[in-house]
């Protein structure tokens, strides 16, 4: 059975593309989502269409990239796949895991595509580089109530039950007690 796996990093990006070509190829099953290619984290469709192969089966995709964008997960990703018996297949790079000269294939664009995430990733610090240089980066607007965290840790409230009752992490208390902390011996 060919089991199809599609994705694409944003909502305004189109996977339909992707899914006509996936059921073209002949794919029976097709897993698909919106989610970055950076790691297998948040994956959950890549989670599933893992857990639903069988022995036998071909997991296809239209491009190397959309499986992953660095050479360990592609490498992981495809070890997985072997060790359950299932071959892979990228149609729009013809890779096919089941000859030699596929396998050479896909180690050689697993290797260009993480060198595109590197590129990706070194102009967008230059670009945050550049635009907090001019004052135009502020970052991400904070989401934690730093004054009702400190006010709770002067009244004694430990950070675990600060954190479960503000939904925040325990290391983020901890953060904002160290920079209190950090604030109140500079003043």
Do not use: W
């Not at 948040?42 to 296809?60: E, H, P, S, W, Y």
């Not at 396998?103 to 670009?127: D, N, P, T, Y």
């Not at 009244?155 to 209190?180: C, F, K, Q």
């Amino acid at each position: 059975m060919k089991i199809g796996y599609a994705r694409v990093s944003t909502g305004d990006q189109d996977i339909d593309l992707q899914i006509d070509a996936l059921k073209a190829a002949g794919c029976e099953k097709i897993f698909a989502e919106h989610v970055s290619g950076s790691t297998r984290a948040q994956r959950a469709q890549l989670a599933a269409a893992m857990d639903f192969i069988r022995d036998g089966d071909v997991l296809v995709v239209t491009r190397l990239d959309r499986l992953a964008r660095s050479i360990a997960d592609i490498l992981q990703i495809v070890t997985e796949l072997k060790a359950k018996g299932v071959e892979f297949i990228c149609t729009e790079q013809a890779i096919d895991t089941t000859s030699a000269t596929g396998k050479l294939q896909m180690h050689m664009l697993a290797a260009v595509a993480e060198f595109e995430r590197s590129i990706l990733l070194e102009r967008q610090r230059e670009g945050i580089a550049k635009a907090k240089a001019a004052g135009k980066f502020k970052g991400r607007k904070r989401s934690i109530d730093r004054a009702l965290v400190v006010q709770r840790l002067a009244n004694g409230d430990r950070p675990t039950a600060i954190a479960r009752d503000l939904g925040i992490d325990r290391t983020s208390v901890y953060r904002i007690a160290r920079e209190a902390k950090a604030a109140q011996r500079v003043a």
